[in-house]
């Protein structure tokens, strides 16, 4: 992922290692430019070997320990968005993407829970680097058939 960093999200720009003043780093930092203005996604990346689920379909404490990470960036955030708008132009409320473990193979009912916490979480997305290459290939058909 650190050396392919657009894989992300296409057509956008991808900031590595975006230092929130002292205190935090992300992993990276998405910005899509809109013409109504820009949308900052905050990534934190955990290994593609932790589960996501436990085998009672809760989350595990791996993703609840990026959850919280996402957490702490947002309190720092609500506290410094002056600093923050002279940094990342037109910056207000940012999204956040945690990326881990996998699915393929996951049973469909897994998968079902785990959509179901990301349709709960209102500015956060747990996608696993399955979906990353999933949703890489769908761009790249898209593309494909766009040029003909």
């Not at 949308?39 to 993703?63: C, G, M, R």
């Not at 609500?78 to 940094?87: A, I, P, T, W």
């Amino acid at each position: 992922m650190k050396q392919n960093p657009f894989l992300l999200k296409p057509a956008s720009i991808v900031i590595p290692k975006k230092k929130l003043g002292e205190d935090f780093v992300t992993d990276f930092v998405i910005v899509n430019i809109l013409d109504q203005g820009s949308v900052y996604t905050l990534v934190e990346l955990e290994k593609s070997s932790h589960p996501i689920l436990t085998q009672n379909n809760e989350l595990t404490a791996f993703v609840y320990h990026a959850i919280k990470q996402t957490r702490d960036w947002d309190i720092w955030l609500e506290n410094n968005k002056s600093y923050l708008q002279g940094k990342l132009p037109g910056f207000e409320a940012p999204k956040y993407l945690i990326l881990l473990g996998r699915t393929q193979g996951l049973e469909e009912s897994k998968k079902a829970y785990l959509r179901s916490y990301n349709r709960e979480f209102k500015n956060i997305s747990i996608l696993s680097y399955d979906d990353l290459i999933t949703q890489t290939e769908e761009f790249l058909k898209s593309l494909q058939h766009t040029i003909g």
